[in-house]
């Protein structure tokens, strides 16, 4: 099993196994309106399979943080009956990686600080998701160094 891109044949799976994995109404978040008319990045978002079965899955999406380019992370999901396996954490390094060689600069996420730490994601003071995001959950990582240094201000669609 390796991290392959989705495919336009995977977007419907993936999207069952992010319907598994969180509340209803996720698209009512507010990073789901950030990805409102914007494409995914398509080098980004990865799947695992276990032959047919799709066992993970992590997308990425373009946004500004006060007029500067960044990555919005998420979501990333794994199948309730392969979690614990270390899935998630690998799709998040893999996918990382390859965000860097890619150019990126830097990567944002709404998340839980104590998981996403491991991966080198502070919270980003400054960096202001729409409402109603808990500032204590908006992270940002650095994939160059310095990458976040003056970089604040409204998260907006990366077409605005």
């Known amino acids: 099993m390796q991290p392959a891109e989705?495919?336009?044949a995977d977007w419907w799976e993936v999207e069952a196994l992010y319907d598994l994995c969180f509340a209803p109404g996720r698209e009512a978040l507010s990073s789901y309106r950030?990805?409102?008319?914007?494409g995914p990045i398509p080098a980004l978002c990865l799947v695992l399979r276990d032959g047919p079965s799709l066992a993970a899955a992590i997308r990425y999406w373009p946004v500004r943080v006060g007029g500067?380019?960044?990555?919005l992370l998420g979501p990333?999901?794994?199948h309730p009956t392969r979690?614990?396996?270390g899935l998630g954490?690998?799709?998040m390094r893999d996918s990382?990686?390859?965000a860097r060689a890619l150019g990126w600069e830097r990567v944002l996420l709404v998340g839980d600080a104590p998981y996403y730490r491991r991966f080198g994601f502070t919270r980003r003071d400054g960096v202001l998701m729409p409402p109603p995001t808990n500032p204590d959950r908006v992270l940002g990582l650095e994939l160059i160094p310095g990458a976040w240094v003056g970089v604040?201000?409204?998260v907006t669609p990366f077409d605005a």
């Open 89 to 91: 954490g690998w799709l």
């Open 34 to 38: 950030l990805r409102d008319g914007v």
């Open 83 to 85: 979690q614990g396996e």
């Open 76 to 78: 990333v999901a794994v």
């Open 6 to 8: 989705e495919t336009a």
């Open 152 to 154: 604040s201000g409204p």
């Open 96 to 98: 990382l990686e390859r």
């Open 68 to 71: 500067a380019r960044a990555l």
